[in-house]
Antibody
């Protein structure tokens, strides 16, 4: 069965960086884009961007341009999201989700900025 | 960016009764491939969102048939024919016809 397993919670100070991983299993990793979506406490869903695991090519939401980097390691079927220059309002649960209508989601990674 | 607007923002439903959520997009979600890229998700408390419907009305694997979707162009509706306790949570619509992907604000459904 398709599974996306994310890395654990992170605490960072403002101005620092964070890198979250998303390990995929149960399907061919390079066949489906991986999206990243975040959710601030008590708020709705916000699309951060996607990565094509086949080519490695990313697409980022404009508001994160310059601060976000999405990468992948096909040898271990894992996608990564790195966010730099963290601000307090970057505090959120970060989800990875597989393309195909975001049909499968990771469990989420809580990033605290304080 | 395409703006997705959901109404109502909250809904209180008696078990066994129907419920309906509207989602309107700021432009047509009909893509050049002939498909309409509108999706519905349910997020239960403390969990990631789960896909309910894709391309307006197609139920994802395992989704009960009490969930249905309709609409075209810019106006869409999610209907629950008979609400159950397990349907409690926040429902989101999302468009994937253009980047960035955008979501509605969410509709909180609770049981009376």
């Amino acid at each position: 069965q398709v599974q996306l397993v994310q890395s654990g919670s992170e605490v960072r100070k403002p101005g620092a960086s964070v890198k979250v991983s998303c390990a995929a299993s149960g399907y061919k990793f390079t066949d489906w884009y991986i999206h990243w979506v975040r959710q601030a406490p008590g708020q709705g869903l916000e699309w951060v961007g996607w990565i094509d695991p086949n080519s490695g090519g990313p697409e980022y939401a404009e508001r994160f341009q310059g601060r976000v980097t999405m990468t992948r390691d096909t040898s271990i079927s894992t996608a990564y999201l790195e966010l730099t220059s963290l601000k307090p309002d970057d505090a959120a649960v970060y989800y990875c989700a597989r393309e195909g209508g975001l049909s499968y989601w990771g469990q989420g990674t809580l990033v605290t900025v304080s | 960016d395409i703006v997705m607007t959901q109404t109502p923002l909250s809904l209180s439903v008696t078990p066994g009764q129907p419920a309906s959520i509207s989602c309107k997009s700021s432009r047509s979600l009909l893509y050049s491939d002939g498909r309409t890229h509108l999706y519905w998700y349910l997020q239960k408390s403390g969990q990631p969102p789960q896909l309910l419907l894709y391309e307006v009305s197609r139920r994802f694997s395992g989704v009960p048939d009490r969930f249905s979707g309709s609409g075209s162009g810019t106006d869409f509706t999610l209907k629950i024919s008979r609400v159950e306790a397990d349907d409690v949570g926040i429902y989101y619509c999302m468009q994937s016809v253009d980047l960035p992907r955008t979501f509605g604000q969410g509709t909180r459904v609770e049981i009376k």
